[in-house]
């Protein structure tokens, strides 16, 4: 009997994944990230719910890295 696979963390649940995953975003310039963020504010309405699901897990890793250094804090008002 084989045995079984360790489940693969989450990048939110890995805390050195998290840092490298927060610096490659805050790599892109200002205009790549709002291109991004508008393409996936798109996807939020699809009639695909996989299509939704991503764009959701997007916005939330975005806010989590852009919130607590004051960035895109009108994240709620575009959505509304």
């Known amino acids: 009997m084989e045995p079984e696979p360790e489940p693969r963390a989450?990048?939110?649940?890995d805390d050195a994944k998290q840092e490298a995953l927060?610096?490659?975003?805050l790599a892109f310039d200002?205009?790549?990230k709002a291109q991004i963020k508008n393409a996936v504010f798109?996807?939020?309405?699809s009639?695909?719910?996989g299509a939704r699901d991503v764009a959701a897990?997007?916005?939330s890793a975005a806010?989590?890295?852009e919130l607590?250094?004051?960035?895109?804090?009108d994240v709620i008002q575009v959505r509304v």
């Open 42 to 45: 798109g996807c939020l309405g």
């Open 57 to 59: 897990q997007v916005v």
């Open 63 to 65: 806010a989590t890295i």
């Open 47 to 49: 009639s695909q719910r």
């Open 22 to 25: 927060a610096a490659q975003w």
């Open 30 to 32: 200002a205009a790549g």
């Open 10 to 13: 989450l990048p939110w649940q």
């Open 68 to 73: 607590p250094r004051g960035e895109w804090l």
